[in-house]
């Protein structure tokens, strides 16, 4: 059970679950204030992003077991706590559990359901084929993350309203991949990264100019549907210039410090969550 639990990586499923409910609530522009059917309906598509992260998340070790060897020894497939087949079964579980939640969700959302379809896609893609193909792979797990606001925007009717986040996500993801393909380069086997194939001076600009976009775009909710001068627009600007700032720390020491820039990155995109959610209050 522990490591099964390990597999699906709770930290990450409680974000994705967590995005999904800040992308719904700054959709709707109406607070927490949503009525019961909205509530749940959002709620139920967080449960889903959640399950399908999951499964992502067992998928994505199983294809990385011989890497995994090297980089990361401690993890569940490699030190033996959970069998491959285990994890193909869990898997599994985790994508038919994340669909049938849905379900009730995609009935009256048809956006709901095409981006679920796509995710799914995605992530299957990702391990087959792309993940070894470097920068393909980097911007299809940029995708899939700019999805969790996507889907939760999806749930409450308006994900049109949720672009700019999305955008932001993709771009801060794709900076936080390109890291970690550095950090990964010696075990990395069979894959044609960013760093392996152009070098670690080149991963390390794309990083940074990554994080350079997500900043410029942080501003796009004010040229588009919020005042600058509401309660709202102050707290969006204060919390996401808090975490621009952070984001900058996250690629200062490129390509030293890997380890520490990953983490720092991780701890912007939580500081962004907080700004997004100010919007739901506009």
Same mark, same amino acid.
């Given at each position: 059970m522990r490591g099964g639990l390990r597999l699906v990586r709770p930290a990450n499923v409680l974000v994705s679950f967590v995005g999904t409910v800040v992308g719904g609530l700054?959709?709707?522009?109406?607070?927490?204030?949503?009525?019961?059917?909205?509530?749940?309906?959002?709620?139920?598509?967080?449960?889903?992003?959640?399950?399908?992260?999951?499964?992502? =998340?067992?998928? =994505?070790?199983?294809?990385?077991?011989?890497?995994?060897?090297? =980089?990361?020894?401690?993890?569940?497939?490699?030190?033996?706590?959970?069998t491959p087949s285990g994890a193909r079964t869990l898997t599994l579980a985790l994508f038919t559990a994340g669909v049938v939640v849905a379900v009730p969700v995609a009935l009256r959302e048809l956006w709901v359901g095409v981006i679920l379809v796509v995710a799914i896609a995605g992530l299957v893609a990702?391990?087959?084929?792309?993940?070894?193909?470097?920068?393909?792979? =980097?911007?299809t797990v940029g995708g899939l993350t700019a999805m969790v606001f996507l889907y939760g925007g999806a749930a409450v009717g308006r994900p049109v309203y949720v672009l700019p986040f999305a955008a932001m996500a993709l771009l801060a993801t794709l900076s936080r991949e390109v890291i970690k393909d550095t950090e990964d380069i010696a075990g990395d086997t069979g894959r044609s990264t960013v760093p392996k194939v152009?070098?670690?001076a080149t991963a390390s600009r794309l990083a940074?100019?990554?994080?350079?976009?997500?900043?410029?775009?942080?501003?796009?909710?004010?040229?588009?549907?919020?005042?600058?001068?509401?309660?709202?627009?102050?707290?969006?600007?204060?919390?996401?210039?808090?975490?621009?700032?952070?984001?900058?720390?996250?690629?200062a020491w490129l390509p030293r410090r890997l380890r520490f820039e990953q983490t720092v990155s991780k701890g912007a995109m939580a500081i962004a969550l907080g700004a997004f959610l100010a919007v739901a209050f506009r």
């Open positions: 700054a959709a709707a522009a109406l607070g927490f204030e949503l009525g019961r059917l909205a509530w749940t309906l959002l709620l139920l598509a967080s449960l889903s992003t959640a399950l399908v992260t999951a499964a992502g =998340n067992v998928l =994505n070790d199983l294809g990385d077991l011989e890497g995994d060897r090297l =980089n990361h020894p401690d993890r569940p497939l490699v030190t033996g706590e959970v990702y391990e087959r084929w792309w993940k070894a193909r470097g920068l393909v792979g =980097n911007l152009h070098g670690v940074r100019a990554s994080v350079v976009a997500a900043i410029a775009l942080s501003v796009t909710p004010f040229l588009w549907y919020l005042d600058p001068r509401s309660a709202a627009g102050i707290a969006y600007a204060a919390v996401v210039a808090l975490a621009d700032l952070v984001f900058v720390v996250s690629v």
